[in-house]
């Protein structure tokens, strides 16, 4: 059953504290959308990367993982790789030929990337306002149950699918000391019924080895104010 979220705004409070998974992979990469040229990773997981890893892990199309902190708990470590990218989108026309024309299509990128990340991905679970069991500790208590025994719905990555992510149960490792502005970061990506895509955005802040993550981005925030008045 399909559930349209782009017009919603998760609850002020939720019923349960959040929960916390760790996340560590060998590389990982965040893309930051001003630099085009060459592919630069933000520092951090970002929230939406983070919210894509937990739906890889367990996925319902009546909830969503909101994420409310990321912590970091190895030292930011920075590594450059040069990497064969496609110029172009899979499109109807390359479908239909059966082939992409790798000499035309294929480009060479300097990517900036980050490698040995550790991280605490602290969130909780929203129930879509539609559906009749508005309990959302089961779903949590399932994810919570899928990563002890290691299993996803499909494969978590740290950005892109060559990088894998080992998800598995919390434990009491501290954040790193770490303090940062980070500038505007990504906070969410809203699926259209158009079949587009709809970013929003929030100034990012570490703080001690924590980025808290607000329950709305700028552009939300920016409506709701409107809404108000």
């Given at each position: 059953m399909h559930?349209?979220?782009?017009?919603?705004?998760?609850?002020?409070a939720?019923?349960?504290?959040?929960?916390g998974?760790?996340?560590?992979?060998?590389?990982a990469?965040?893309?930051?959308?001003?630099?085009?040229?060459?592919r630069?990773?933000y520092?951090?997981?970002t929230?939406?990367a983070?919210e894509?890893?937990?739906?890889?892990v367990?996925w319902k199309?009546?909830?969503r993982?909101?994420?409310?902190?990321?912590e970091?708990?190895?030292?930011v470590?920075?590594?450059?790789?040069?990497?064969?990218?496609?110029?172009t989108?899979?499109t109807r026309?390359?479908?239909?030929?059966?082939?992409l024309d790798?000499?035309?299509?294929?480009?060479?990128?300097?990517?900036?990337?980050l490698?040995?990340?550790?991280?605490?991905?602290?969130?909780?679970?929203?129930?879509?306002?539609?559906?009749?069991d508005?309990d959302?500790a089961?779903?949590?208590?399932m994810?919570?149950?899928?990563?002890?025994k290691?299993?996803?719905?499909?494969q978590?990555?740290?950005?892109m699918?060559?990088?894998?992510?080992?998800?598995?149960p919390?434990?009491?490792?501290?954040?790193?000391?770490?303090?940062?502005?980070?500038?505007?970061?990504?906070?969410?990506?809203?699926?259209?019924?158009s079949?587009k895509e709809?970013?929003?955005?929030?100034?990012a802040?570490?703080?001690?080895?924590?980025?808290?993550v607000p329950?709305?981005?700028?552009?939300?925030?920016q409506?709701a104010s409107?809404?108000?008045?």
């Amino acid at each position: 059953m399909h559930h349209d979220w782009a017009d919603l705004r998760p609850p002020e409070a939720f019923p349960y504290p959040d929960f916390g998974v760790q996340v560590r992979g060998d590389l990982a990469v965040f893309t930051r959308p001003e630099l085009t040229s060459e592919r630069v990773s933000y520092p951090i997981l970002t929230p939406p990367a983070a919210e894509g890893i937990l739906s890889a892990v367990s996925w319902k199309p009546e909830i969503r993982w909101v994420i409310t902190a990321i912590e970091v708990l190895a030292p930011v470590t920075w590594t450059t790789m040069r990497r064969n990218e496609s110029g172009t989108a899979i499109t109807r026309s390359h479908q239909d030929q059966g082939y992409l024309d790798l000499d035309d299509a294929i480009q060479q990128r300097m990517t900036t990337l980050l490698r040995d990340v550790h991280y605490r991905i602290r969130a909780n679970a929203w129930v879509h306002p539609d559906v009749d069991d508005q309990d959302a500790a089961k779903w949590r208590d399932m994810l919570q149950r899928r990563v002890r025994k290691g299993q996803s719905f499909r494969q978590p990555f740290l950005g892109m699918r060559e990088f894998i992510a080992d998800i598995f149960p919390d434990d009491d490792t501290p954040p790193i000391k770490w303090d940062e502005d980070l500038g505007i970061m990504s906070h969410r990506i809203d699926y259209l019924p158009s079949g587009k895509e709809e970013y929003d955005w929030f100034e990012a802040k570490v703080v001690g080895g924590v980025m808290q993550v607000p329950r709305l981005g700028l552009l939300a925030q920016q409506r709701a104010s409107l809404g108000a008045s």
